[in-house]
């Protein structure tokens, strides 16, 4: 059964570096194929794709986001962090990681429950 | 202003089928078959219905179905249940960089 699971500060102020966590279970992201993405909603408001890693650690960002993105992986703790630089209160967002399965083009099998995370001052 | 396009709502009474639909471009719809669909419920992660265009995951009811023509695609849910009442996102694969772009969701109401 694969699960995942978010974490990181609720809140964030103007400017400041955003880190988040995503540990999963399940799944390795040493296996051929597999990867992990950050995706994001916006209260009332449509998902985002933000970023994905890949199991040989190749990297793809949303390109109008991409000067504030980084994602990175620890195979040996089973997590995937992604840091966002300089938010805004447009950052304002539930985000959430989710599982590529081999294949997947695109898409997403398994999704984490999402956290919330507010920027204001 | 998402990627593709969905109207922001559709509604059908109980048992009746309903069609949603979702239009890009020749760069993500039209340009590759990896159109896929979410279910999203209130306070709740999306849960993937439909990949591939037209493939279900294990455990979605073959009540819904999944179709392309051209840039757009469609979504059609059959027989509909109370419990289908949610928010419905379709995705694209959008090239090596885009990677997946979305569309801006429709709320379907079961009346």
């Known amino acids: 059964q694969i699960t995942l699971k978010e974490s990181g500060p609720t809140l964030a102020k103007p400017t400041q570096t955003l880190t988040l966590t995503c540990t999963f279970s399940?799944?390795?992201?040493?296996?051929?194929?597999?990867?992990v993405g950050w995706l994001r909603q916006p209260p009332g408001k449509a998902l985002e794709w933000l970023a994905v890693i890949f199991w040989d650690d190749d990297k793809r960002y949303r390109p109008s986001l991409k000067n504030r993105l980084t994602i990175t992986k620890d195979t040996s703790k089973n997590q995937v962090v992604l840091t966002l630089t300089n938010v805004d209160p447009v950052d304002t967002a539930t985000y959430y990681c989710?599982?590529?399965?081999?294949?997947?083009?695109?898409?997403?099998?398994?999704w984490g429950q999402g956290t919330l995370v507010t920027v204001s001052s | 202003q998402s990627a593709l396009t969905q109207p922001p709502s559709a509604s059908g009474s109980p048992g009746q089928s309903v069609t949603i639909s979702c239009t890009g471009t020749?760069?993500?719809?039209?340009?590759?078959?990896?159109v896929s669909w979410y279910q999203q419920h209130p306070g709740k992660a999306p849960k993937l219905m439909i990949f591939d265009v037209s493939k279900r995951p294990s455990g979605v009811p073959d009540r819904f179905s999944g179709s392309k023509s051209d840039n757009t695609a469609s979504l059609t849910v059959s027989g509909l249940l109370a419990e289908d009442e949610a928010d419905y996102y379709c995705s694209s694969y959008g090239g090596s960089n885009s990677f997946v772009v979305f569309g801006g969701g429709t709320k379907l109401t079961v009346l």
């Open positions: 989710a599982h590529r399965r081999i294949a997947a083009y695109g898409w997403f099998d398994s």
């Open positions: 399940g799944f390795s992201l040493n296996t051929a194929g597999v990867g």
């Open positions: 020749s760069s993500d719809v039209g340009g590759y078959n990896y």
